[in-house]
């Protein structure tokens, strides 16, 4: 079955950065469409970014926007979300999650377009 192992998160300063990767297995990769989401507790879970199967398109949710960077590495079957100048705001569990997509160019924004998740990752940006 589809696995998303999320890795990298962890207590930071504001203006820092860290880089959060999902590693993926049980499925074929390239086949699959990418998004991170985050949640607070007690909220709903938020987009942040999604990624097309090639890695040609992407898209952000307007709070990270200019901050955040999503990238795959199609050889091996990981998802990566640079980001940086990390505020308080962007305290939260992050978690990835992979659509299989018939289209290549199709961008995901909605959590409820996503079948597979991974446990997610903290992080916490102290101010």
């Known amino acids: 079955q589809v696995q998303l192992a999320e890795s990298g998160g962890g207590l930071v300063q504001a203006g820092d950065s860290l880089r959060l990767s999902c590693a993926a297995s049980?499925?074929?990769?390239?086949?699959?469409?990418l998004g991170w989401f985050r949640q607070v507790p007690g909220k709903e879970r938020e987009f942040v970014a999604t990624i097309t199967r090639g890695g040609s398109r992407t898209y952000y949710g307007d709070a990270v926007k200019g901050r955040f960077t999503i990238s795959r590495d199609n050889a091996k079957n990981t998802v990566y979300l640079q980001m940086n100048s990390l505020k308080p705001e962007d305290t939260a569990a992050y978690y990835c999650a992979a659509k299989l997509s018939g289209s290549i160019g199709t961008l995901y924004r909605s959590r409820y377009e996503y079948d597979n998740w991974g446990q997610g990752t903290q992080v916490t940006v102290s101010s």
């Open positions: 049980g499925l074929t990769f390239s086949f699959y469409s």
